[in-house]
Structure formats: C-alpha cells, structure tokens
C-alpha cells in the first residue's frame, strides 16, 4: 500500500486563458510519469457539487449566495473527494480551487476577502491541517487574449458574459494572491501557443514538484 499523502495541484485563470488544453496536457504529462492522478473541477466534482455549479454557472443570485455555495460545493468535493484521495496517495490534479473564489467573487465582484477567508477556515481548516493545494498553476493572459479566445464562438455561461473591466479585475486578483504566495502559486504566461507553453511547462515542473 502507498503511504505517503499524494500532491494536489489546481489549476487557474481567467476564462479564455486556454486552461482547458493545458489541463489535458499536463493528466498526461503526470501519468506518463507514473503518478496515480484523479483529475476533477471546480465548482463540482461530486454529485452534488455538479448540481451547484448548474445552478452558479446559471442562476442569478446574491453575492453572498455565490461565494456561500462556491464553498458548499467545495466542502463536499473535499470530504467525498480530495482528501480520500490525497490520503490514498493518489495526486489531485483539479480544475479550479478556493484562488477562484478570491479572484471572481472577490476581485470580479467586490467581495471582501476577509469574507472569503472565514469561509476558507472554515471549509479548510486552519494550522498545519488546513487541505489547500501544494501547488497552482495561474496560466495568465493580457486581456486582449482572454477577451479574443472567448469571442470565438461557444456559448458562454453566466461568468463568461461579465463585461471585460470584470475580467480584468478577476486577473489583477488572481496576480496579487500569487504575488503573495510566490511559492505556492506559479504564474505562466499562457499567450503563446499550446506547444510554447507546454515546453515552458515541461521544463518547470519537476522543480515545482521536486519530481526527478
Ligand atoms: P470553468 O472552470 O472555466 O469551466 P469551463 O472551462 O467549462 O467554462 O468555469 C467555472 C466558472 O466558475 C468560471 O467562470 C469561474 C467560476 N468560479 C467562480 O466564480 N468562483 C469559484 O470559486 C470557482 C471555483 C469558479
């Protein structure tokens, strides 16, 4: 049996910053080097957590009732999810995690963040038990390319339709937490194409994961 507890990775950025390709690059990157990997998203991941995102990605709401369920769906995505994996030594690679909080609600939207931090103790926990990722990976993009890639067709959801000053808030945010955490949360220039950024990637992440 694995002992050790497994490392868990999220993945952000603002929409149109192409995390979904580099997402699908880097399962692969991790199990071709034998790392025993769930992938998973947020909001979601559990049943549950499935039909909340729904609801946030159609509903309009309160503030409040945003961030109140982000870290609903987060509280059961950890105790069905997360934390049984990691403990099985499994790596959690997933989509979105408690940063998306502080840069949508937070910076998009003006709440406070001491508010997001109760929420976060509390969901998380607090001291050296506290289940936050070992590392993020912030793929960043000026907002002529954020705005570029997503006027390119799709439907979009509830937070894809906020005009451009909402997203450019939701990057300063997600720059200044990872300018906070310079450690934890690794900022990649994802403006370039797929392939530039993978080699940028591929270059980084053993370091980044004290992988061989
Ligand atoms: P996203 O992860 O971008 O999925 P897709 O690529 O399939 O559109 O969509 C989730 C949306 O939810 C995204 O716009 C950001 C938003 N979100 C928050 O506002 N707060 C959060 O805490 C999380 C996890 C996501």
């Not at 502080?102 to 038990?129: H, K």
């Amino acid at each position: 049996m694995k002992s050790t507890r497994g490392l868990f990775i999220s993945v952000e950025g603002v929409d149109g910053a192409g995390k979904s390709t580099q997402l699908a690059w880097l399962a692969e990157w991790l199990t071709r080097r034998g790392v025993p990997l769930i992938q998973t998203r947020e909001p979601g991941g559990t049943p549950l957590g499935e039909q909340l995102r729904a609801c946030l990605l159609r509903e309009p709401m309160h503030l409040e009732t945003e961030a109140l369920l982000m870290f609903a769906a987060r509280r059961e995505h950890l105790a069905q999810v997360i934390v049984p994996a990691l403990a099985r030594g499994d790596w959690v690679l997933c989509d979105r995690f408690s940063d998306a909080t502080y840069a949508y609600q937070g910076g998009g939207r003006g709440l406070a963040p001491a508010r997001i931090q109760q929420l976060e103790d509390w969901v998380q926990g607090q001291g050296p038990g506290r289940c936050e990722p070992d590392l993020t990976l912030l793929f960043d993009v000026p907002p002529e390319v954020s705005n570029a890639r997503l006027a390119s067709g799709r439907m979009l959801d509830r937070f894809e339709r906020e005009a451009a000053d909402f997203h450019a808030r939701v990057r300063e945010a997600y720059l200044a937490r990872a300018a906070a955490a310079p450690q934890r949360i690794r900022v990649v220039d994802a403006s370039g194409t797929p392939q530039a950024i993978q080699a940028h990637l591929a270059g980084m992440l053993p370091q980044w994961l004290g992988l061989p």
